[in-house]
């Protein structure tokens, strides 16, 4: 399964040789496309894949500004319990990577509505219980701090990032220059921008 996933992932970033490209914060976005965050804030998006045979998760995080150029890219394999409590993982990584990183104000993305619902409402399940109460600790970290449901084809660079990190022994901060990354995002933001003019 982690093989298959990973051959995806080579498959699509690995197609073309392109720089970023940047999408206007204005531009009039469909529901469903990518769309970047109004200046000064950060985007990221992060999604996580569990396999319930093995127990074995990935996760993938990006943060891009407000013309989509790429500024953190993150992946980690890790052993989890359930797919939901796989992408709660994911949330609160990211949420230290940022910090890490010095952003303040930054708009979360996550395409699991169960746990956008429990982070906004403040209460979580038993399963993600600490994982859940850590992210709201962490919120604190921020000057702001939004958490937002996308649909599935808004997060395919993270959920791509996710699928390749199944077979991670260790985290990776990739850098941003990545010819694979940027092409990734390409595509993303490509596809953004041909169903605006469909």
Not at 57 to 76: C, N, Q, S, V, W
Not at 109 to 114: P, V
Request: some cysteine.
């Amino acid at each position: 399964m982690a093989e298959m996933a990973f051959n995806e992932f080579s498959e699509v970033c690995f197609k073309s040789n392109s720089v970023p490209v940047a999408v206007s914060a204005r531009s009039p976005l469909p529901p469903g496309g990518w769309s970047p965050p109004d200046d000064p804030f950060v985007k990221v998006s992060c999604d996580a894949t569990w396999v319930k045979k093995t127990n074995r998760g990935g996760l993938g995080i990006i943060i891009r500004d407000h013309i989509g150029i790429p500024l953190h890219a993150f992946t980690a394999g890790f052993d989890g319990v359930s797919s939901l409590f796989a992408k709660a993982v994911a949330v609160g990584t990211w949420l230290l990577q940022a910090a890490k990183c010095g952003f303040s104000s930054i708009v979360v993305e996550s395409d699991c509505s169960n746990l956008i619902c429990q982070i906004n409402s403040k209460s979580f399940d038993l399963e993600i219980i600490g994982v859940g109460f850590d992210i709201l600790q962490l919120q604190g970290s921020f000057a702001t701090c939004f958490f937002s449901l996308v649909p599935r084809s808004s997060n395919s660079v993270a959920d791509s990032l996710a699928r390749s990190a199944l077979s991670d022994e260790s985290p990776i901060a990739w850098p941003v220059t990545s010819q694979w990354l940027i092409n990734l995002c390409n595509l993303d933001v490509t596809a953004c921008i041909d169903s605006i003019y469909q």
